[in-house]
């Protein structure tokens, strides 16, 4: 599996983005698919996950009522929406899918994902 994630740039503070992370080599309509980000000298943090088996979504609390996660599993790809971006918000995104295991219910946890995107920059100036 290739996870391939585009979409950042620079924005200005309440601006909006779209992320995608599109798959190569297995299906998303099993799987689970994270989002999570990693400012510089921090860790990386869940942003949100989406199950394709059953359209569960989780957000984490700083961005819940600003981003919106969803699939579409004819083009293999998740995206993330992204409104009232604030500087806060800026990081490198990574897309993860989860394949094995539990794919009912989606998971925050970064440790059960098994594919990991290669990461696109989202800077929001203030």
């Known amino acids: 599996v290739q996870l391939q994630a585009f979409g950042g740039g620079l924005v200005q503070a309440g601006g909006y983005l779209r992320l995608s992370c599109a798959a190569s080599g297995r299906t998303f309509s099993s799987a689970v698919t994270g989002w999570f980000r990693q400012a510089p000298g921090k860790e990386r943090l869940f942003v949100a996950t989406?199950?394709?088996?059953?359209?569960?979504?989780v957000y984490a609390d700083s961005v819940k009522d600003r981003f919106t996660i969803s699939r579409d599993i004819a083009k293999n790809t998740v995206y993330l929406q992204m409104n009232s971006l604030k500087p806060e918000d800026t990081a490198v995104y990574y897309c993860?899918?989860?394949?094995?295991?539990?794919?009912?219910?989606?998971?925050?946890?970064?440790?059960?994902?098994?594919?990991w995107g290669q990461g696109t920059e989202v800077t929001v100036s203030s």
């Open positions: 989406i199950s394709s088996s059953s359209g569960l979504t």
């Open positions: 993860a899918v989860r394949v094995t295991g539990s794919r009912w219910y989606p998971t925050a946890n970064r440790d059960d994902y098994d594919y």
